[in-house]
Nanobody, 122 residues
Framework: QVQLVESGGGLVQPGGSLRLSCAAS????????MGWHRQAPGKQREVVAS???????NYADSVKGRFTISMDSAKNTVSLQMNSLKPEDTAVYYC????????????????WGQGTQVTVSS
């Protein structure tokens, strides 16, 4: 019903920047919020940043001041601008969205993308 596709991952040197994008498609009635999580090898998935349709944002302490999340509600997309990247930012980054579909406009479900690899290394 709903698909999320991420793009923009890759290899970058410490101190560099990357911009991740995620596009949601399908039988979308409304998206309440979108966000990014990440999972490093051997670690649990953790929230990185989130944003609501009213542009309220939250960030993990580890990325505050370095990452910026933005959402285009008209296009059902979310982006994550990552600056001053550190080796500890290396992980698979997953996009998620809380979506009400045309099949049930009163219920929000969380959908996930397949993930995109971000590697910070010299």
């Amino acid at each position: 019903q709903v698909q999320l596709v991420e793009s923009g991952g890759g290899l970058v040197q410490p101190g560099g920047s990357l911009r991740l994008s995620c596009a949601a498609s399908g039988t979308i009635f409304r998206i309440n919020a979108m966000g990014w999580h990440r999972q490093a090898p051997g670690k649990q998935r953790e929230v990185v940043a989130s944003i609501t349709s009213r542009a309220s944002t939250n960030y993990a302490d580890s990325v505050k001041g370095r990452f910026t999340i933005s959402m285009d509600s008209a296009k059902n997309t979310v982006s994550l601008q990552m600056n001053s990247l550190k080796p500890e930012d290396t992980a698979v980054y997953y996009c998620n969205a809380d979506v009400a579909t045309w099949g049930n406009i009163n219920r929000y479900q969380t959908y996930w993308g397949q993930g995109t690899q971000v590697t910070v290394s010299s």
